[in-house]
């Protein structure tokens, strides 16, 4: 990765890195991006020099642009969703846009593509790219002793990124590390621009005061046109912003709507995937979408996650939430994806796939003889094999709950006792580990619900399960102002997971998030206030992370990303889980408004 926008600024010496020093009065002011009125202005230039397929002498008076409050401009093009020229100019006059301009157009006349169309058309080539024009406000210091303190620091795919060394400074734009796919590695991206800038490959904490190099950021706008003719739309890493007052009954429908049939979608006949050697009639569901390459890596979901997509599906097919013909083709492609999990040789087919399996044919209402034969044997074994589940190797609770839900539910006379027995047990394995109950959320919610617990196992259940969502109610993001300060506002209602960095909560929590709403029903009048608001504030993360316009527009193929759900704002990946967990949260919201 290469960052070849160099510049020399009049801002004073910088710090040594991870220094604060006091900030300017431009450097006080530069957390905010320019306007968007001074960002039309650049794109309805920078769009009438493509369309005329002339770039006006830097000498021309029609080459300035004055840009308020501008410290830097990025330019990208595309053909078809394919970026063909990138640009990008900081020297802070008003000839900046016509630089990034031109040099975005010189590296896309070099492209293969390009060269052959002009060849056929003429010079008129760069009339049919379409435009993005990003706009830089003033630096901002980026603290940190090291590169992973800076980077943590970092909000991926809206802070820009600079390193100054002495008075030049290496910037890298938001917009251009969200079309390489690397806006989640800010880590990277500062290493790299040490490069460029010619530095040591050291930390920053190996820098003398007097080496004069320092990190910093900055905020931008960015302006994006779908197609060529279309009129520009802000564009953010979260495509557009989703008002927490927009999440209404009338919306989780349709929410939960269009995830059932985006799933549906999702499951299809290996041999039309591109598989050799496969059946037509052979069903897999497709794997994580990379769509910066418009491939899915791997093709094909492995055994659990194809058995998670056939619980969500076969939720859905009994929502009354979701229009019929949709309930009818999840109950068809759940079975679908049952059958073809039930067939992978044991090798490939861990028993927590049984045990979903189990759970997503009880669900799904079936009355496939055959199949409920087969599974409820599979859900007897892979209950059996946590009978002590004291004694299991790792411990971890997760296993042993999504056995003991899969017998119960396939099986309820012969399972309700097993799944006592093993609930008991993981109580008096993780007595010491309240939280426990987290990572098997979705197992133990739909026991909670089930009704196969004794009385006194239920009771004891439920009670843990309230005081845990009564916490994480008050933990979620947005649900205390102060905790949630300086907390991106587009990731609010999502939770931080363990692991996972303050600023970068990803859909990883739509798992706790479907089993809460699971266990916690929004319609029922048992549900305590704060659950209820917990549970449609999951539905707001969710649907922030649900691929739709503008945001899929700068994208080779948005028909085949739009409706998946992303795994996170800081990168494009959309893996099967997301959207499944995506469509168990949304059905179990939505039951209120059904009703």
Request: contains cysteine; negative net charge; proline residues 7%.
């Amino acid at each position: 990765m290469h960052w070849s926008a160099t510049d020399c600024c009049n801002a004073a010496t910088p710090p040594a890195a991870g220094v604060a020093s006091a900030p300017s009065p431009t450097a006080a002011a530069a957390n905010s991006a320019p306007d968007e009125l001074t960002a039309l202005d650049a794109f309805i230039a920078a769009r009438a020099w493509l369309d005329a397929d002339a770039l006006p002498a830097l000498d021309a008076q029609s080459a300035q642009v004055e840009l308020r409050d501008t410290a830097g401009v990025c330019v990208l093009l595309r053909l078809d969703g394919r970026v063909v020229g990138v640009g990008d100019d900081s020297l802070g006059d008003p000839l900046m846009l016509r630089r990034a301009v031109g040099r975005a157009v010189t590296k896309a006349l070099g492209d293969d593509t390009i060269r052959a169309v002009r060849a056929t058309m003429g010079d008129k080539v760069t009339g049919r790219l379409s435009l993005e024009v990003e706009l830089a406000g003033a630096l901002v210091p980026l603290l940190g002793r090291t590169i992973a303190d800076a980077a943590a620091r970092v909000v991926p795919g809206t802070d820009g990124l600079a390193v100054r060394r002495g008075d030049a400074v290496f910037r890298a734009y938001p917009s251009r590390l969200l079309s390489a796919d690397i806006a989640a590695r800010p880590d990277g991206t500062i290493t790299a621009l040490m490069v460029d800038a010619g530095l040591p490959a050291k930390d920053l904490n190996k820098f003398e005061a007097a080496d004069r190099v320092s990190l910093a950021r900055f905020a931008t706008i960015r302006l994006r046109q779908a197609k060529t003719g279309a009129a520009p739309s802000v564009i953010t890493r979260a495509g557009r912003p989703i008002e927490f007052a927009e999440v209404t009954p009338a919306f989780t429908r349709s929410l939960a709507a269009q995830l059932s049939a985006r799933l549906s979608g999702q499951v299809v006949p290996r041999s039309l995937a591109g598989t050799p050697g496969q059946m037509a009639d052979v069903i897999g569901l497709l794997g994580k979408l990379n769509p910066t390459a418009d491939i899915y890596e791997p093709p094909f979901a492995d055994a659990r996650d194809s058995a998670f997509a056939a619980l969500a599906l076969a939720e859905a097919s009994r929502s009354a939430a979701i229009p019929d013909a949709l309930r009818d083709l999840a109950r068809t492609n759940a079975l679908a994806l049952l059958r073809s999990v039930a067939a992978m040789p044991d090798a490939t087919r861990p028993a927590d796939a049984d045990a979903l399996s189990a759970l997503a044919f009880a669900a799904s209402g079936s009355d496939d003889a055959v199949l409920r034969a087969k599974l409820t044997e599979r859900a007897r074994a892979a209950a059996a094999k946590f009978a002590q589940v004291e004694k299991t190797d790792p411990p971890t609770p997760e296993a042993p709950a999504l056995a003991a839900a899969g017998f119960a539910a396939i099986a309820p006379d012969e399972g309700a006792t097993t799944a006592d027995r093993i609930v008991g047990e993981l109580f008096t394995a993780y007595a010491e580990r309240p939280g426990w109950l987290v990572e098997a959320a979705i197992p133990l919610a739909y026991l909670s619900r089930g009704g196969n617990l004794s009385p006194d196992r239920a009771a004891q259940l439920r009670t843990l399960f309230t005081k845990l969502a009564q916490q994480l109610a008050a933990e979620q993001i947005g649900a205390d102002p102060v905790a949630s300060e300086g907390i991106p506002a587009d990731v609010e209602g999502g939770l931080l997971m363990p692991g996972v960095l303050r600023l970068r909560p990803d859909c990883g929590c739509l798992r706790y998030a479907a089993a809460f709403a699971i266990a916690f029903p929004p319609a029922d009048a048992a549900t305590p206030e704060a659950v209820r608001t917990m549970t449609r504030r999951f539905v707001r993360f969710l649907a922030q992370h649900v691929a739709d316009e503008p945001w899929v527009d700068g994208f080779r193929d948005p028909k085949a990303l739009r409706g998946l759900v992303r795994w996170s704002l800081a990168g494009d990946d959309c893996p099967p889980t997301a959207t499944s967990a995506g469509l168990l949260l949304s059905t179990a919201a939505a039951a209120a408004s059904a009703q």
